[in-house]
């Protein structure tokens, strides 16, 4: 019998920094499982964010540049402009797309640039030490939020994925998890459609991801992917948007 | 071919480009910069290259750093409050060694001032601007000719030390216009080979571009990579201009669109048997501080003359350090020096007594 599971050669063999229990690491994996799919590891380029995955670079064995906070797709945009065969993608996190970056997801989006997007949102920021994000949900307690985000002070939860929805040059938003095998292997399967639109120049696609911080949500991991299968998918349905 | 046409200042630094092998371009509207991006929307995209208009200053600065990053010949251009705006790129293509060409067409601040012209930006261009240790090249155009013959230098010098290169310009280069003269048929500047660019990793290691060392011993280690590179900047970039300087005891210190004036000024005075020179810095940094130490052995007297409160007179100082006397004139927030200001600034700095210094 063959072996079935091995490191995939797009990723690197270094223990990653991510705390237990965190989606990042399966994400990571998922995606690098993905280049050497489609034979693109010579040819792939990422954008890291800044956040818990501002080093992606050093666990993707691929050229990677990485932007400043919430510039990733500014940045992809020009990688992207200057060699059209090349296959550029962001990793970007809910503080870094939905807050700071607002602007460049957006217009990156909307000009249709052929890039593909990979979205992790785990409600909160996890590099700074757990403050509100802007897919932070009500009652959600973060560092910044002690008594839980109020509505009437910090606004609902920015459903930025469906904003985009509406853009006529996004040609694909869906939103997967990663808290259960079952929606693991959708997520596989979206971030590869995501990739192969852009491989066939389709335009600009975005897997918007939910994942677990277990640190920040103060959860054990289990009960954190359990969080996000009863309260994060309330409000934040999984499915085809787009 | 020799080919001379008028053109605006703001134009030629786009033909320049153009010229120069420029392959990417991102930009967003602002007075007094916007025929430089209307340029490059009209000329770029018929002649090889990629125009985006982009929503914002940021976008615009963090789009050249990924061009950059894949190997392509850059520039973004604006005017003071939207270089403010892109500091943040600006600091982080220092950190992660990016070849650029930033346009400055300076206006007056602080704030959004107006859009007339001003030279109110020289710290924030000559000193950093954004955080860190860091340093652009800054060359300082006085004509439309130069504006042209800089904006290409800047393309050689940005690949040549992988470092962002600013021309500062102001409102008033960049709006008036002049006869250019160019060769037609001269070829940019010769391709330099980029091994770090992001290409995809085909047949080799991986390619990091950054300006994030999370190891504590890295980040030093990569300002030392810096300070080394800084370093060569100045001991072979330095350029500047001197008009009557060989036996002058006095010189005007002025740089861009006041040098133009002052030189009129000082033509006149000359004219009139006054022993008056002009020191013309072009590259504000590295600054031409050991020229000015030496010429400060014998020239006993510098009026700096600049649009605005007192700026490159700093370095001016520095560099004489006190072996001459150093006064300054300038004006800031859209009024310009006029040749009888200073005429009359130099005067008063002829006819004042040298003070005597001890030891």
């Known amino acids: ?109 909307n000009r249709g640039e052929n890039l593909t997007v990979i979205f992790v949102n785990n409600a909160v920021y996890g590099m700074t030490g757990g403050q509100m994000a802007p897919t932070t949900l009500l009652s959600q307690k973060t560092a910044t939020t002690p008594r839980g985000r109020q509505a009437a002070t910090e606004g609902y939860p920015l459903k930025i994925s469906e904003m985009l929805a509406l853009l006529n040059g996004v040609v694909s938003v869906e939103r997967t998890a990663v808290s259960s095998p079952k929606e693991v292997l959708n997520t596989r399967r979206a971030i590869k459609d995501a990739f192969m639109n852009q491989m066939e120049r389709k335009g600009f696609s975005i897997v918007e991801v939910l994942s677990m911080c277990p640190t920040y949500w103060d959860k054990s991991p289990v009960d954190a992917a359990r969080w996000i299968a009863e309260e994060m998918v309330k409000y934040f349905p999984l499915g085809k948007i787009k | 071919m020799k080919k001379t046409i008028l053109y605006s200042g703001n134009e030629a630094m786009g033909e320049a480009a153009i010229r120069a092998g420029l392959k990417f371009y991102a930009g967003y509207p602002i007075t007094p910069q916007n025929e430089l991006t209307a340029y490059m929307a009209d000329q770029l995209p018929q002649r090889g290259g990629i125009f985006i208009q982009s929503e914002s200053e940021l976008a615009a600065i963090n789009m050249i750093f990924g061009a950059s990053a894949a190997g392509a010949r850059v520039m973004t251009s604006s005017s003071s409050p939207g270089i403010s705006l892109k500091q943040e790129g600006i600091s982080y293509i220092a950190g992660a060694q990016l070849p650029a060409v930033i346009i400055n067409v300076m206006r007056a601040g602080p704030g959004l001032g107006n859009i007339w012209p001003a030279q109110s930006d020289y710290f924030q261009a000559t000193k950093g601007g954004g955080h860190g240790d ?42 008036m ?117 030496d010429l400060s052995r014998r020239v006993k007297k510098f009026l700096v003359v600049e649009m605005s409160y007192g700026q490159m007179v700093e370095d001016v100082r520095l560099s004489v350090e006190g072996r001459a006397a150093v006064s300054f004139y300038g004006r800031s927030g859209g009024g310009v020096p006029t040749e009888s200001q200073i005429e009359r600034e130099i005067l008063k700095s002829l006819s004042a007594p040298l003070k005597r210094r001890g030891r």
């Open chain 1, 1 to 109: 019998m063959g072996k079935k599971y091995s490191r995939p050669q797009a990723l690197t063999d270094v223990v990653t920094h991510y705390c237990p229990g965190c989606g990042h690491g399966i994400l990571h994996r998922l995606v690098a499982e993905i280049i050497d799919e489609l034979g693109i590891r010579g040819s792939a380029i990422a954008v890291a964010p800044v956040g818990c995955a501002v080093v992606a670079y050093d666990y993707w064995d691929i050229d990677c540049a990485e932007a400043a906070h919430g510039r990733a797709l500014a940045v992809a945009t020009g990688l992207k402009r200057v060699q059209p065969d090349k296959i550029v993608f962001t990793y970007q996190g809910d503080g870094d797309l939905a807050a700071i970056g607002t602007a460049e997801t957006i217009h990156a989006a």
């Open chain 2, 134 to 175: 860091y340093h652009l090249i800054v060359l300082a155009p006085a004509s439309v000719q130069e504006s042209f013959d800089l904006t290409r230098l800047a393309f050689e010098l940005a690949d040549r030390h992988r470092i962002a290169v600013m021309v500062l310009s102001d409102g008033l280069l960049g709006q």
């Open chain 2, 177 to 293: 216009m002049e006869g250019l003269t160019f060769d037609e048929e001269l070829a940019p500047p010769p391709a330099v080979e980029k091994p770090w660019a992001l290409t995809g990793a085909r047949d080799r290691k991986p390619h990091v571009v950054c300006s994030l060392f999370m190891k504590r011993p890295d980040v030093e280690k990569n300002n030392l990579i810096l300070q080394k590179k800084y370093r060569r900047v100045v001991s072979r970039e330095v350029r500047y201009a001197e008009t009557f300087m060989d036996d002058a005891t006095m010189a005007v210190v002025a740089y861009g669109s006041v040098a133009r004036i002052a030189e009129a000024v000082v033509r006149r005075l000359r004219a009139k048997g006054k022993r008056v020179g002009l020191f013309r810095p072009v590259t504000l940094w590295p600054f031409p501080a050991k020229r000015l130490a």
